[in-house]
T-cell receptor, first 114, second 115 residues
């Protein structure tokens, strides 16, 4: 199993550009989520999904869209990049929607917005 | 609202000495509690979790954590630190009474183990 994979590893955008961060998992996990990691702030939840076709907002959803058309894939779309979105983005998955399950994290995408 | 506090930005310990990384939490209901570790330029890795039952939870790499409901704490411990334990540690909570779909992470504590 590859686990949770993310592409690209690094990305530089100009303000106003849009892009999609890709996330895939091959563990047939029901629950998937996106976080951003900023220094001194830990990880903050952007969006999550409890199954194909079902998504919901986390703590910091503004400026981001998600979709979940398949169990395996959970892309994160930046609509119009802003310097405040410079961060490290992590995708994670867990076996099912129940809260007692630990999450498996991808390696991250390091995004810089100029 | 849920919250997690890790009061120490950094913990320094000598190799072979015991280590403690502190975590306190606030939830409206009953918590599920987790510890994760992050090595440089890597994603987070699961260490251990408290769901129910025994307050002392054992996890990967010799780590353990003690759940204390009255003090709302979930401190991470290891009897003898290794240089390879140096990393960034995150405490996290999910509130089972609200469905637990959202995980709240602490700000992280950097552990530095000196040889």
């Amino acid at each position: 199993n590859a686990g949770v994979t993310q592409t690209p590893e690094f990305q530089v955008l100009k303000t106003g550009q849009s892009m999609t961060l890709q996330c895939a998992q091959d563990m047939n996990h029901e629950y998937m989520s996106w976080y951003r990691q900023d220094p001194g702030m830990g990880l903050r939840l952007i969006h999550y999904s409890v199954g194909a076709g079902i998504t919901d907002q986390g703590e910091v959803p503004n400026g981001y869209n998600v979709s979940r058309s398949t169990t395996e894939d959970f892309p994160l779309r930046l609509l119009s990049a802003a310097p405040s979105q410079t961060s490290v983005y992590f995708c994670a998955s867990s076996y099912n929607r129940f809260a007692n399950n630990e999450q498996f994290f991808g390696p991250g995408t390091r995004l810089t917005v100029l | 609202a849920q919250s997690v506090a890790q009061p120490e930005d950094q913990v320094n310990v000598a190799e072979g000495n015991p280590l403690t990384v502190k975590c306190t939490y606030s939830v409206s209901g009953n918590p599920y509690l987790f510890w994760y570790v992050q090595y440089p330029n890597r994603g987070l890795q699961f260490l251990l979790k408290y769901i129910t039952g025994d307050n002392l939870v054992k996890g990967s790499y010799g780590f353990e954590a003690e759940f204390n409901k009255s003090q709302t704490s979930f401190h991470l411990k290891k009897p003898s630190a290794l240089v390879s334990d140096s990393a960034l540690y995150f405490c996290a909570v999910r509130d089972r009474s609200t469905g637990g779909f959202k995980t709240i992470f602490g700000a992280g504590t950097r552990l530095f183990v000196k040889a």
